[in-house]
């Protein structure tokens, strides 16, 4: 299936969680509160974006549906490298296309914190995005999310569980890439704490993913951030309220 954020030029893809119109993809896919998605017979559904997690590149999008076929979660945590997978996406368009690898690893990225990410050997590219990596069973093990030196990266499908299980976390609403100094603000959702707090594109924020994860899950409503603009550095107080839990009607 494909996912159309509103008001975005391309697209990525989803998988069907819950025969009931719950989907998950990935959050640089979602970008909104309002989307598409597109099933494989063709027929278009309005959907609305439930929750996010950035830092795990999730996003929950709910649809009015009923009787749809949900994927089936395999076990991430029992793969093994040089076992055979599967990618299933929309790659720069084309629906349905498959992809076949092999697990290179399982582990933290450097510069992407310390969880968990999939790597395989899979052909990926845009539209790719928040589809589904199955198993040879066919069972989904991981959601698609980048290409990283030159495997496919995915975040696997326990973290998924997680994230429809638990909802709501604290969220910037921000993209962001890792640099020397920290991380790079890439895009900042209109609605989200960071627009509230006047932080900008381009902004860097001082410290690693895992700092501003400590920081989000520490529980406190307001999270002091530290970031260089323009080669200053400076100091802003942001507001981060939960988002919205993944299984809301």
Do not use: C, Y
């Not at 990935?26 to 099933?39: C, F, G, I, K, Y």
């Not at 027929?43 to 974006?49: F, I, K, N, S, T």
């Not at 990926?124 to 991981?142: C, E, I, K, R, Y």
């Not at 900008?200 to 690693?208: P, Y």
């Amino acid at each position: 299936m494909q996912v159309f954020a509103k008001g975005a030029r391309g697209g990525g893809s989803g998988v069907i969680w819950k025969s009931d119109g719950l989907f998950i993809t990935n959050a640089h896919v979602a970008r909104n509160t309002e989307a598409q998605v597109q099933l494989w017979d063709g027929r278009r559904l309005d959907a609305r974006v439930t929750s996010l997690d950035p830092r795990r590149d999730l996003a929950a999008l709910r649809v009015t549906a009923s009787g749809l076929d949900a994927v089936t979660p395999g076990d991430s945590q029992a793969l093994r490298a040089g076992e055979l997978v599967i990618a299933v996406g929309s790659p720069l368009g084309f629906a349905g296309a498959v992809s076949t690898g092999v697990i290179h690893s399982l582990g933290p990225l450097a510069g992407m914190g310390r969880q968990s990410w999939i790597r395989a050997d899979v052909q990926l590219a845009p539209g790719n995005s928040g589809g589904p990596l199955a198993n040879a069973q066919g069972h989904v093990v991981g959601i698609n999310t980048a290409i990283v030196n030159g495997l496919g990266v995915a975040v696997p499908i326990s973290a998924a569980v997680e994230f429809v299980r638990r909802g709501a976390r604290p969220s910037l609403g921000v993209v962001l890439r890792p640099v020397r100094l920290g991380m790079e603000i890439l895009r900042v959702e209109p609605a989200g704490a960071a627009a509230a707090a006047s932080l900008h594109e381009g902004d860097i924020l001082l410290g690693s993913f895992d700092d501003l994860s400590d920081a989000l899950d520490s529980g406190r409503e307001v999270v002091r951030l530290r970031f260089f603009r323009g080669g200053i550095e400076r100091v802003r107080e942001v507001f981060v309220p939960l988002v919205a839990r993944a299984e809301a009607a």
